[in-house]
């Protein structure tokens, strides 16, 4: 699919129970509704749906926080933190995905972030690759992250 095919929009409130389902369809980490909305709420510029003829099908949502440099470096640093991104199965490999980080990391900057970072499971190859893809580079691993006992890779990119 073109990226013509598909569009990233911010997301608001209309779109809230698709991408609750999306979450629960694509992730075993799933939130409340007031978990999305809080982030609608303090970072708009960072959350974004992406529609395909209407339907939503994918979505990517982050949080900007205040802490230890993810680069390495003993300093404080503001940061981009990636919290969840999931794209529906039927509509995987069209680069939706690269669209939606495309513009987080838009909204980042806006935020005039430092840095970008995020967790992911050790054995997510497909987000992994998609992360390199933007320079995001892993750093270190937190063993036993998830609640099934894997652990995740903290990938994390300069700004
Ligand atoms: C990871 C995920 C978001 C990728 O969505 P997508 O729209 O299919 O990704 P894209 O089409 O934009 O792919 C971009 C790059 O990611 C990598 N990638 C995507 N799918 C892949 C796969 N199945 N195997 C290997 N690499 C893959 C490739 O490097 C790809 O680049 P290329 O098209 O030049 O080969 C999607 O598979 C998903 O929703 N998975 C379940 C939820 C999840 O794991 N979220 C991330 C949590 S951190």
Redesign the pocket.
């Known amino acids: 699919m073109l990226e013509s095919q598909f569009q990233v929009v911010p997301f608001n409130r209309s779109y809230l129970d698709n991408v609750v389902e999306i979450n629960r369809i694509?992730?075993p980490e799933n939130y409340s509704n007031y978990f999305f909305l809080n982030l609608l709420e303090r970072f708009p510029k960072t959350f974004h749906v992406a529609l395909v003829d209407e339907e939503v099908v994918?979505y990517i949502m982050c949080r900007i926080e205040v802490g230890l440099s993810e680069l390495g470096k003993l300093s404080l640093a503001k940061k981009g933190h990636i919290v969840s991104?999931?794209?529906l199965p039927k509509y995987?490999?069209?680069?939706?995905?690269?669209a939606l980080v495309k513009e987080a990391l838009k909204g980042m900057a806006e935020y005039k972030v430092n840095e970008s970072f995020?967790e992911?499971r050790a054995s997510?190859?497909?987000?992994i690759?998609?992360y390199k893809?933007f320079d995001f580079i892993p750093r270190r691993t937190i063993p036993s992250y998830y609640r099934d006992g894997e652990n995740s890779l903290v990938m994390s990119k300069k700004f």
């Open positions: 694509c992730l994918g991104l999931a794209v995987r490999g069209m680069r939706i995905a690269s995020l992911v997510n190859h497909p987000a690759n998609l893809k």
